[in-house]
């Protein structure tokens, strides 16, 4: 009996860790979408501009990504973990490294931008920035209007009378 419970616990566990995570990527592949069509009408690539800057983005993206979550994870971690117990020559070693990992993340965008400078004019290349700054904007700010929508409805439903029928 226990061994029985313990297994549809067991499932029922994974399904909805299965389930979260789809909708996960699915929200991925959906901002993705977005933000691809935003930054093509924003920046008015042609077809073939399209065609060359969308590789060279999605590395660059790629590339930032790796070195900001996982490098700088494990700088976070430690920092959180023993800052206080941390010698003078352990902070300066962890400093160095953050430093570095800051002049990589440069480095990575001087070269994006090199390459972007031979398919792009340098003024679609100037709006790029816009839309990024636009994106993450409008994002949180849909963010922020759907938590409010929904402490705004969860209030209504709770400071609401039953209704004598």
């Given at each position: 009996?226990k061994?029985?419970?313990?297994?549809?616990?067991?499932?029922?566990?994974?399904s909805?860790?299965?389930?979260?995570?789809?909708?996960?990527?699915?929200?991925r592949?959906?901002?993705?979408?977005?933000?691809?069509?935003f930054?093509?009408?924003?920046?008015?690539?042609?077809?073939?501009?399209?065609?060359?800057?969308w590789?060279?983005y999605?590395?660059?993206?790629?590339?930032?990504?790796?070195?900001?979550?996982?490098?700088?994870?494990?700088?976070?971690?430690?920092?959180?973990?023993?800052?206080?117990?941390?010698?003078?020559?352990?902070?300066?070693?962890?400093?160095?490294?953050?430093?570095?990992?800051?002049?990589?993340?440069?480095?990575?965008?001087?070269?994006?931008?090199?390459?972007?400078?031979?398919?792009?004019?340098?003024?679609?290349?100037?709006?790029?920035?816009?839309?990024?700054?636009?994106?993450?904007?409008?994002?949180?700010?849909?963010?922020?209007?759907?938590?409010?929508?929904?402490?705004?409805?969860?209030?209504?439903?709770f400071?609401?009378?039953?209704?004598?029928?």
């Amino acid at each position: 009996m226990k061994t029985s419970k313990f297994l549809l616990i067991s499932i029922l566990f994974i399904s909805i860790h299965s389930f979260a995570q789809s909708q996960m990527e699915e929200k991925r592949e959906q901002i993705k979408t977005l933000k691809v069509g935003f930054i093509t009408n924003e920046l008015a690539l042609t077809p073939d501009e399209a065609a060359k800057f969308w590789p060279i983005y999605n590395a660059y993206e790629d590339k930032q990504f790796e070195i900001k979550h996982q490098k700088m994870k494990a700088f976070k971690e430690r920092m959180d973990s023993d800052l206080d117990k941390m010698n003078e020559k352990e902070a300066s070693a962890l400093l160095a490294q953050m430093q570095s990992n800051d002049d990589e993340l440069y480095q990575i965008r001087k070269k994006f931008i090199s390459n972007l400078k031979n398919i792009l004019p340098a003024t679609k290349i100037i709006k790029l920035k816009k839309p990024k700054t636009i994106l993450i904007e409008s994002y949180c700010n849909n963010i922020e209007i759907k938590v409010l929508e929904n402490k705004i409805i969860f209030s209504l439903e709770f400071h609401q009378k039953p209704r004598n029928h």
